[in-house]
T-cell receptor, first 116, second 113 residues
Framework: NAGVTQTPKFQVLKTGQSMTLQCAQD?????MSWYRQDPGMGLRLIHY???????DQGEVPNGYNVSRSTTEDFPLRLLSAAPSQTSVYFC???????????????FGSGTQLSVL | GQQVMQIPQYQHVQEGEDFTTYCNSS?????IQWYKQRPGGHPVFLIQ???SGEVKKQKRLTFQFGEAKKNSSLHITATQTTDVGTYFC?????????????WGLGTSLAVNP
């Protein structure tokens, strides 16, 4: 299993450009999420999904869109990039826990995004 | 505001010294998770604690969950350079009908060889 795969690893955008960060997992996880990580701010949830066709907002959703058409894929779209979106982005997935309460999150390797 | 306090923010030790990071909440927690992120890497799950007073060990790492389920600690015995990184705690807190995973800001550990 490849686990959680994120592409690209690095990206530089100009203000106003749009792009899509890709995330795919091969573990048949129902739950997928996007985080951004900024110095001193920890990990902040952008959007999440508990299954195909279901998405919801996290802590910092503005400026980002997501969709979940399949269990495997959860792309993150920046509609009009702004310098404030310069950050490291992580995709993470897990299965919906059963009686073992196992909620272990698996993270992708991250995308470093710079918006000029 | 920050619902999960993690201290210290930074810790610099000599190789061989012990290290402890603490995670504190004002509310009772259903469970707590610990992750490690190496410099330039991604968070990697270490452990989840569920039971009051639970203590779990992974080689030189000891994890504790407080009796009141409001705090937790991660202790590393005899640190090595491979322990360098940022250690995060993460807790599930109820927000209305939903549960949210709230992250501490992390403790960055530096180890002098």
């Amino acid at each position: 299993n490849a686990g959680v795969t994120q592409t690209p690893k690095f990206q530089v955008l100009k203000t106003g450009q749009s792009m899509t960060l890709q995330c795919a997992q091969d573990m048949n996880h129902e739950y997928m999420s996007w985080y951004r990580q900024d110095p001193g701010m920890g990990l902040r949830l952008i959007h999440y999904s508990v299954g195909a066709g279901i998405t919801d907002q996290g802590e910092v959703p503005n400026g980002y869109n997501v969709s979940r058409s399949t269990t495997e894929d959860f792309p993150l779209r920046l509609l009009s990039a702004a310098p404030s979106q310069t950050s490291v982005y992580f995709c993470a997935s897990r299965r919906v826990p059963g009686t073992d309460y196992n909620e272990k999150l698996f993270f992708g390797s991250g995308t470093q995004l710079s918006v000029l | 505001g920050q619902q999960v306090m993690q201290i210290p923010q930074y810790q610099h030790v000599q190789e061989g010294e012990d290290f402890t990071t603490y995670c504190n909440s004002s509310t009772t927690l259903s469970n707590i998770q610990w992750y490690k992120q190496r410099p330039g890497g991604h968070p990697v799950f270490l452990i989840q604690l569920v039971k009051s007073g639970e203590v779990k060990k992974q080689k030189r790492l000891t994890f504790q969950f407080g009796e009141a389920k409001k705090n937790s600690s991660l202790h590393i015995t005899a640190t090595q350079t491979t322990d360098v990184g940022t250690y995060f705690c993460a807790v599930h807190l109820r927000a209305g009908n939903n549960r949210k995973l709230i992250w501490g800001l992390g403790t960055s550990l530096a180890v002098n060889p």
